[in-house]
């Protein structure tokens, strides 16, 4: 029968320096990797379009917040943004930009409020050259802050609007003031958002 080798064999000098040095170089592979690793997965399953920091919350509540409207809903645990030199009528149409802060889950979202309008709207735009329209339904978060992307190009070049009453089409944000206040909002939201 054949004798076994003795265990010190096995593991001869050449062969511990040999995984002394693959264990020290792999170390500092590692290490010289990980200094160049600036973005972090998320393995949270969360979805963060809509989370705001502690800091951009403070900001806008401490700062930014004195422009607007406060409106507490405390049944659903939110706060209700609108800005203060939006147009306001009771018999007017208007289409209000709102900021909505949930305070539970620390995020916050953008809805757009018809006033003496009901859902789905129609919105044209017009600018020197080209013209668009939109059809929005009333939707979920994700939605209305898509509907607000597909009109950040055009409100940030002071296009006209106009929205669809039955047939007619009616002006909408046509003063400056409103058009200021608009913008006003998206800065502060996607500041809040961190965008």
Partial sequence: MPKRQPNSDVLSPELIRILKIFGLISVCLVLVLSFFNTKRANNSGEDSTFRMSSS??????????????????ADAGMILFRHGKREVSETDLLLDLIIILNRIKDEAYLYLEPTGIDWPLEIRATGEKEQQVFQFENGNNSEFLAYVMQLLPWIERDAAFEIKV??????????????????????????????
């Fill in 56 to 73: 951009n919350r403070l900001y806008f509540l401490n700062v930014r917040a004195i422009n607007y409207d406060r409106e507490s809903r």
């Fill in 166 to 195: 039955g047939s007619v089409w009616k002006p909408l944000w046509d003063t400056s003031a409103e058009r200021e206040a608009i913008k006003a909002v998206l800065s502060d939201y996607f500041r809040l958002i961190g965008d």
